[in-house]
């Protein structure tokens, strides 16, 4: 009795979860538990210095860490008067993009300019440093900034921005033949490939925790250029279902909001251009990959 007890608990708790990825929608919040599925890879509600992909500006701080901000500020922790600081971790501004575009260009940063001055710029900094006789501090002062000026050329409007944030993996095995979306959770893109070849690539968000998208190869079992999700009620244009209520969907929240929220189990695109194009160029039938 007890273990039939346990089997209808679990068959309970199976179906809920498999209703709730019928269809998809943004969550509305990040909250415990219900940060997105990639525990390897950045997330909603990672810590942006923490995070491998990009020098996200992290949220505000608390009053308690605003407190100690403060007191690290005091004069006592100020820097020598003989060194000015052009650029330090924590700033956020155009010069600081300059300066990740200027480092990317010098193949010391593979991540796109944010503006915001985060542990990877301060590592690429110093590693620019130590190369070339400069105190690494990991710190901008001038003396740095003027020798990575003259070493790079003024980056280009597409090099502040460029389209895509995140760098696209190397493409799995199986996304080698015919029209595929070849999705990867641990750099957060999705790469249209044809025939081996990578046509476009886009930023992605996944479902969180509790809603988890399914990994594995999948085929395009349904086209809708305009659909509206039957669960959250919310816009879902160029949907490509692969899995059951999950699909590849524009999402004007990921595109508002970025990698603060989560969906609950669809692939997020927030390029809709690009993912128009593909929506025009996959056909039912055409393989889904999503890999780690």
């Given amino acids: 009795m007890h273990r039939q007890r346990v089997i209808i608990r679990t068959l309970g708790v199976a179906t809920a979860v498999?209703?709730?990825?019928?269809?998809?929608?943004?969550?509305?919040?990040?909250?415990?538990?219900?940060?997105?599925?990639?525990?390897?890879?950045?997330?909603?509600?990672?810590?942006?210095?923490?995070?491998?992909?990009t020098d996200d500006k992290p949220a505000s701080p608390s009053p308690s860490a605003s407190a100690s901000a403060s007191a690290s500020a005091s004069p006592s922790a100020s820097p020598s008067p003989t060194v000015k600081q052009v650029m330090a971790n924590g700033d956020d501004s155009e010069q600081v993009r300059e300066l990740q575009a200027r480092l990317k260009?010098?193949?010391?940063?593979?991540?796109?300019?944010?503006?915001?001055?985060?542990?990877?710029?301060?590592?690429?900094?110093?590693s620019y440093q130590s190369k070339n006789g400069l105190n690494p501090t990991g710190s901008v002062d001038?003396?740095?900034?003027?020798?990575?000026?003259?070493?790079?050329?003024k980056p280009?409007?597409?090099?502040?921005?460029?389209?895509?944030?995140?760098?696209?993996?190397?493409p799995d095995p199986r996304c080698m033949e015919g029209r595929v979306m070849c999705i990867s959770k641990e750099s957060r893109t999705l790469a249209f490939m044809i025939d081996g070849k990578?046509?476009?690539?886009?930023?992605?968000?996944?479902?969180s925790e509790n809603t988890p998208t399914r990994e594995g190869v999948f085929k395009v079992d349904r086209k809708e250029k305009e659909w509206t999700s039957t669960l959250y009620?919310?816009?879902?244009?160029?949907s490509m279902f692969f899995s059951g209520g999950?699909?590849?969907?524009?999402?004007?929240?990921?595109?508002?909001?970025?990698?603060?929220?989560?969906?609950?189990?669809?692939?997020?695109?927030?390029?809709?251009?690009?993912l128009a194009s593909v929506f025009g160029q996959m056909q039912v039938g055409d393989k889904v990959v999503v890999y780690w």
């Avoid at 260009?105 to 110093?126: D, I």
């Fill in 18 to 53: 498999a209703l709730a990825a019928t269809a998809c929608g943004p969550q509305k919040s990040e909250s415990a538990g219900s940060a997105p599925s990639a525990p390897s890879s950045p997330t909603a509600g990672t810590s942006p210095e923490s995070s491998p992909s």
């Fill in 198 to 207: 990578i046509v476009s690539t886009m930023d992605v968000r996944f479902g």
């Fill in 233 to 238: 009620h919310t816009a879902m244009p160029y």
């Fill in 142 to 153: 001038e003396a740095t900034w003027k020798k990575i000026q003259n070493a790079t050329k």
């Fill in 105 to 126: 260009q010098l193949k010391l940063m593979s991540v796109a300019p944010t503006g915001f001055y985060g542990t990877k710029t301060t590592a690429a900094v110093k």
């Fill in 156 to 170: 280009t409007a597409d090099e502040l921005r460029p389209p895509t944030v995140n760098e696209a993996d190397a």
């Fill in 246 to 274: 999950q699909a590849v969907h524009y999402s004007a929240d990921f595109a508002a909001r970025g990698y603060a929220g989560a969906s609950h189990g669809c692939v997020n695109v927030r390029d809709k251009g690009k």
